[in-house]
T-cell receptor
């Protein structure tokens, strides 16, 4: 099977940079995705790493190292609206297995 | 981006009754849709993969006779919770992939089901 581990909670201040780590165990996968979910809302896609390395999308960047079974999501210039849950997910033939999520709280 | 809708957004039903939830892709054709359930403060648990024109593929531990999935067209998949019980109360979310996207899933807004 597949499993992913993320920190349950992270707190940071407005304007700061925060990194959310994700370690995983799997026998094979195509890539690692990141999703954001606000309370009561639907998850929205943030980023995808099919290859090792860094992917940058505006204030968000994501990194993958297959040799270390590790990835992270980097959020820069934090804003209050970034307070949400963030999920990493392993993508395998179009199907995704989600981690338990990290609740990010951004404080003024 | 692609839009996925769900209906209803919330529903309350009595124990023993059945509830149908619709998932529609509004501006693209989705050959594959996914159904998840999510308990408060927990992760999304994949229940089944819905393929247009064929039987759904259920994840281990999900009762296919209780959670009936029908993917009748390229834009509509339905999930019917049969003989609902209070423990079925949850947030049900569908997602869809457009043919051109291999990894990105577009999620519907979710349906909050409460069984009394």
């Amino acid at each position: 099977g597949q499993s992913l581990e993320q920190p349950s909670e992270v707190t940071a201040v407005e304007g700061a940079i925060v990194q959310i780590n994700c370690t995983y165990q799997t026998s094979g996968f195509y890539g690692l995705s990141w999703y954001q979910q606000h309370d009561g809302g639907a998850p929205t896609f943030l980023s995808y790493n099919g290859l090792d390395g860094l992917e940058e999308t505006g204030r968000f960047s994501s990194f993958l190292s297959r040799s270390d079974s590790y990835g992270y999501l980097l959020l820069q210039e934090l804003q209050m609206k970034d307070s949400a849950s963030y999920f990493c997910a392993l993508n395998n033939a179009g199907k995704s297995t989600f981690g338990d999520g990290t609740t990010l709280t951004v404080k003024p | 981006g692609a839009v996925v809708s769900q209906h209803p957004s919330w529903v309350i039903c009595k124990s023993g009754t059945s509830v149908k939830i619709e998932c529609r892709s509004l501006d693209f054709q989705a050959t594959t849709m996914f159904w998840y359930r999510q308990f408060p403060k927990q992760s999304l648990m994949l229940m089944a993969t819905s393929n247009e024109g064929s039987k759904a593929t259920y994840e281990q531990g999900v009762e296919k006779d209780k959670f009936l999935i029908n993917h009748a067209s390229l834009t509509l998949s339905t999930l019917t919770v049969t003989s609902a019980h209070p423990e079925d109360s949850s947030f049900y979310i569908c997602s869809a992939r457009s043919p051109g996207d291999f990894y990105e899933q577009y999620f519907g807004p979710g349906t909050r089901l409460t069984v009394t």
